[in-house]
C-alpha cells in the first residue's frame, strides 16, 4: 500500500479559490459541479468521518469511536484523500504526541451538506432500529457530546449506563466543561446508574420515544439520589435531529432556495426598467 501523502494538498482551496482539483479516485467523467463534488464527498465513509470532524473529533482515536465499523487503514486512507483534495489538515497536537485532524474552510463549508443529509436521513431513511444498527459505544459516543452540562450543579457527576443486551457497562465523568466516556470504573463514586434496553436508550436519543414513555414501560430504569434522576431529562441532550430539528434544517434550505428566485425577479425587474 502506498505511504498516506499529508502535505499541502496539491490544490490549496484557500489559496486558489474557484480553481479545479483531481484525487485519484473513481470519476464520473464529468465537468458537472456536482459530480465533480461528489467524487469528493459521496465516497463510502467519507461523510460520516466529516460528521465525527465537524462535531469535534480531531484524534484518530476518536473519529475510530464514532467509526466503529470502518477499518485503521481505510480510515487512513479516507482522511489522505480529504487532506489531499484541501477539505482537512493534519496539524502536531496540541497536548502530548500525535496528530489532529481539522477541516479547512472548504471543509466547514460542508457543514449544512451534512447537516441536511442527516436531516433528510432522518425524515425518510426510516424510524425503525434493526438490530444490526444498534451499538452502544457508538450510542454513547453521541450521547456524550450532547450532554447539556449547564443543567450540571455539581462540580463532577458520574452517571453508570448497564445494558442489558449486550451486557456492557460505560460510565460518563462529567466535570464541565469536560464530559468524558470511560469503558473502565475508576472507582469514582456513581450519582445515577441507567439500565437500560439498547434499543429504548437508543430510541429516546432519537426522539423517537419519549423518555417518560420508556420509564413506564420498564425498558429504562434510574436509580440514584432524589437530585440527580430528574436532572437525567434535563441534561440529557437528544439528536440535533429530534424535536423537529430535521424539520427546522430542511427548511432552512427551503428558505434559500426561495430567496434565490426572489432575488433574480429584482434584478430582471431592474435591468428591464433601465
Known sequence: MPRPYWGSPK????????????LRVPEYGQFCPVSRGAEIFAERWTP?????????SHRFSELQLGLPRI?????TQRL??????????RRPAKRGRGFGYHLTSAGEELRPVVEALGA?????????????QLDPVLLMWFIRRRVQIQALRRARTVVRFDF??????VWLRIEPPA?????????????????????????????RVRLGEAIAAGSIR????????????????????????????????????????QKRAVISSRSAAR
Open 179 to 207: 464530559v468524558d466516556l470511560c469503558f473502565t470504573d475508576e472507582g469514582f463514586d456513581v450519582e445515577l446508574s441507567v439500565d437500560a434496553d439498547l434499543a429504548a436508550l437508543t430510541a429516546v436519543w432519537l426522539g
Open 120 to 132: 433528510w436521513g432522518y425524515r425518510w431513511g426510516g424510524a425503525d432500529l434493526p438490530s444490526g
Open 11 to 22: 490544490n490549496e482551496l484557500a489559496d486558489r479559490p474557484g480553481e479545479a482539483f483531481t
Open 222 to 261: 434510574l436509580d440514584g439520589d432524589e437530585d440527580a434522576r430528574p436532572l437525567f431529562s434535563r441534561w440529557f441532550g437528544l439528536s440535533p435531529f429530534a424535536d423537529g430539528g430535521a424539520e427546522r434544517i430542511l427548511s432552512s434550505g427551503d428558505a434559500r432556495r426561495t430567496a434565490g428566485p
Open 164 to 169: 442489558r443486551r449486550p451486557r456492557r457497562s
Open 80 to 89: 489522505a484523500s480529504l487532506a489531499s483534495a484541501g477539505v482537512i489538515e
Open 48 to 56: 460520516l468521518i466529516l460528521r465525527e470532524l465537524l462535531n469535534g
Open 71 to 75: 477499518s485503521r487503514n481505510l480510515l
